[in-house]
């Protein structure tokens, strides 16, 4: 596949260095899930999930348009070394990982009695509730994510709205468990997938959305569960669903005025649905996606705004790449400012100390001179800081950090729905987000899970009925 990826590059018009640097990191990526462990590793499964939102998925796409894949960047090649180095980078931070841990597991070793997983499953979709209902009452949204930074510890309640995928991969193993490895749908997974969807829907965020089904994949793979054909075809369909229905109304949706209260947003949200279904309505509406789409006029890397198409690829590094060498780069001075948002400003504001503006937010004003909270990622924010000689030593300590929190806390192997739910809640980040947001993930958000699954645990010891940490399928 990597070969003919490469070939029909060269016969589309591709440079001969950028179709070698793609060809290159395509052949690579097993020995980057090699070298981190696996597939069922959070090392490889980041990887995938970067380089398919930045790199796999574009290449494929460019070649089914029938388009050069160094077509509408400004720094093509420089762009696809840059993500070579990348790949350097997770293979040289998957191998210290499996040094310093080696088989080991998490902080705990985690319970696989049906019975356990049942009531995580419950306390998860009740804090979920709780957050959606206490931020609801408080005026408080995702689109202000401002208001959670203020030293008020708010930030806590945003983040127990991410523990819904926590009860899918619950679900999900708890039924892989019962029986033996066989089956890993029933009623309780769809009920848990479902309400995944719908909080999507309701915080107008579609990492949400997705959240449950990453959750329900990654478990599924971690006990056993093999990937075939009929699994595919569904999630094809389902992806040309999401493209043309699911995610254009997610869009929409952005425009609707969330102070018509519940009933009124939900009127809203079905009548541009239906439009979405009508040629004359869907008329209408793509015409204001487009407009939408066209304001991301360094992003349209496919030619002209395809929608969804649009967020996988390698633009945003491509942009960063473009303005760093026209004007160089920022300088290191507020790289090590970004893991203060690793500790809460609550405390920070008690030591009179002030963090610097997100990394994102640095590159968005200099570059767009706008602040829409575009997404850049973590490899675009260091090579910003640093350019390219230092961006293999610099990204090799955030990753190493940032890996070595994620496998203290989450754990690493077989059998582990823990780390599903922790993947599930951060797949994105490190392609689309910044250090400041990294670091919260670590050292708040993660923790903050740990605590959950151990007072779970805790509560069924007290009422007599300790979780068993069996085997999956014993």
């Given at each position: 596949m990597s070969v003919l990826t490469c070939l029909l590059q060269l016969v589309l018009g591709t440079s001969p260095v950028f179709a070698?640097?793609?060809?290159?990191?395509?052949?690579?990526?097993?020995v980057v899930i090699r070298m981190n462990?696996?597939?069922?590793?959070?090392?490889?499964?980041l990887f995938v999930a970067s380089y398919g939102k930045l790199f796999f998925i574009a290449q494929w796409l460019k070649i089914l348009l029938g388009q050069s894949a160094d077509s509408h960047?400004?720094?093509?090649?420089?762009?696809?070394?840059?993500?070579?180095?990348?790949?350097l980078v997770f293979m040289a931070a998957g191998l210290a990982i499996r040094a310093l841990f080696g088989r080991s597991s998490g902080l705990i070793t985690l319970p696989q009695d049906p019975r356990f997983l049942s009531w995580l499953a419950s306390v998860a979709v009740i804090l979920t509730l709780f957050s959606i209902v206490a931020r609801h009452l408080a005026g408080l949204s995702r689109a202000g994510a401002a208001d959670y930074e203020e030293g008020r510890g708010l930030v806590l309640l945003l983040y127990l709205a991410n523990l819904l995928p926590l009860a899918v991969a619950a679900m999900t193993a708890r039924r892989a468990i019962l029986s033996g490895g066989r089956s890993f749908v029933d009623p309780w997974?769809?009920?848990?997938?479902?309400?995944?969807?719908?909080?999507?829907?309701?915080e107008n965020v579609r990492l949400i959305m997705l959240s449950g089904g990453i959750a329900f994949v990654t478990t599924?793979?971690?006990?056993?569960?093999?990937?075939?054909?009929?699994?595919?075809l569904p999630v094809a369909a389902l992806a040309v669903a999401m493209q043309f229905v699911i995610f254009p109304l997610i869009d929409l949706?952005?425009?609707?005025e969330r102070g018509l209260g519940i009933g009124g947003f939900l009127q809203e949200t079905f009548s541009i649905a239906s439009d979405l279904f009508s040629s004359s309505g869907r008329s209408l509406q793509e015409e204001q996606l487009n407009n939408m789409y066209y304001s991301w006029d360094t992003r349209l890397y496919y030619g002209e705004p395809l929608g969804f198409l649009d967020r996988f690829s390698p633009s945003p590094l491509d942009e960063v790449i473009a303005y760093v060498q026209d004007m160089g780069n920022f300088g290191g001075e507020t790289f090590l400012g970004q893991f203060l948002y690793a500790i809460p400003n609550v405390l920070l504001q008690l030591l009179g100390i002030e963090r610097p503006a997100r990394g994102g937010e640095?590159?968005?004003?200099?570059?767009?001179?706008?602040?829409?909270?575009?997404?850049?990622?973590?490899?675009?924010?260091?090579?910003?800081?640093?350019?390219?000689?230092?961006?293999i030593p610099i990204n090799l300590i955030v990753l190493f950090l940032y890996l070595s929190g994620l496998r203290l806390i989450y754990g690493g192997g077989r059998n582990n729905y823990f780390l599903a739910f922790g993947f599930s809640t951060l797949y994105f980040t490190f392609c689309n987000s910044d250090i400041a947001d990294i670091g919260p993930q670590v050292t708040i958000q993660a923790v903050m899970n740990l605590l959950i699954l151990i007072a779970v645990i805790l509560a069924m010891g007290l009422m007599g009925r300790r979780p068993l940490r069996t085997e999956a399928g014993t």
């Open positions: 070698f640097l793609s060809l290159t990191i395509f052949l690579l990526t097993p462990g696996g597939i069922g590793s959070m090392g490889s499964l960047l400004q720094a093509p090649v420089e762009t696809a070394f840059v993500l070579f180095m990348g790949v997974v769809v009920t848990m997938l479902g309400f995944t969807v719908l909080q999507g829907f309701w599924f793979l971690a006990y056993g569960g093999v990937i075939r054909l009929k699994h595919v949706q952005r425009g609707i640095i590159l968005e004003t200099s570059i767009l001179h706008s602040f829409t909270n575009m997404n850049y990622g973590v490899f675009a924010e260091t090579y910003a800081y640093f350019g390219g000689f230092f961006f």
